[in-house]
């Protein structure tokens, strides 16, 4: 199906949110997702620093397939957005993508009984948390790769992981990650010590493995109730886990839609990782394989349009159901 892609902004205080829509053939108004990306310094189309894989940018084509109009922005202090990307916290995050939202819930080219969020890994903590504190609510969000450990824990996870994958890494990098080790300690331990401390903080920045990021989100980050921030859910979702997700497991999904009071439909992609593209063989967090050329997992497009076709009828989640990867 074609579509057209324009800019489109959306004001703040001090400063602009820049992003795009990407709007389906045929006259509208459209069904509309809001898309949240993951964490870091992330662009409207999931690339940092003008590198990666284009994922929202493959989304929201994908959405346009199936009659969906979508909105993607970077975000604050990234690409053509404003403000202080380092300065921020999570919850100015999340009052950027409420002030997103409510700019999409009035716009001319959207159908406001038809307005959807979908999350990524950290954006789905975002939807989650502003779903029960809108006036206007979505319709449902849509969730990949979700999360039911606290953001602590799975720091400390993919830390241990890390000192596990050690022994085999080879090259200049597993040279560099044994010597970092030699001298801070065990990566796990080293993490534990990071996280009690940037407790203590509210401003500044804290190196996180080889990136410096704001102290007041990742501390905001590790203290979310995020099995609360479920339960309160008032629409129903749609979860969706990667198999071979190291970073936000289909375990810790699976607990989510175990939790959820709202109407859940669960998935798990065969083979899918983190970064929602197919990788064979056994997955590593210190897996270098580039994936900048990577495509979505088809089944998780599957999973999308025949999600879509059924809401186009009118067939709303109506209670739990599950499907797993093959084994």
Known sequence: MAFTERDWSVERPGFTLSGSLCLPGGGGPYPVVLILQGSGQVDRDGNARGGGASLYAQL?????????????????GVGSSGGHFLSAGYLDLVEDAEACWEALTVAPFGDPGRMYM?????????AAQLSSRLARPPRALIQ????DDSAETMLIHQAEGIDRE??????LLGFLLRLG???IGPYGRHMRRKLAHVRKLDGGTIRLGPTRVSARWLRELIELDVDGLYRAVPCPMLLIAGEKDLQCTPESAERLAR??????EFHVVANMIHHLSVREGQPALLDMRDITALPLAPQ???FLEGWFAR??????PAGPTASAAPA
């Open 166 to 171: 050690l022994p085999g890494v080879p090259g």
């Open 311 to 316: 809401e186009r009828a009118g067939d709303a």
């Open 60 to 76: 929201a084509t994908a959405l346009a397939g199936y009659g969906v109009a979508s909105y993607r922005y970077d975000k604050r």
């Open 144 to 147: 990949l790769c979700p999360f």
């Open 300 to 302: 998780l497009l599957s």
């Open 181 to 183: 080790r030699r001298i």
């Open 118 to 126: 979908l999350g990524h890994s950290e954006g789905t903590a975002i």
């Open 259 to 264: 939790l959820a009071f709202a109407p859940v």
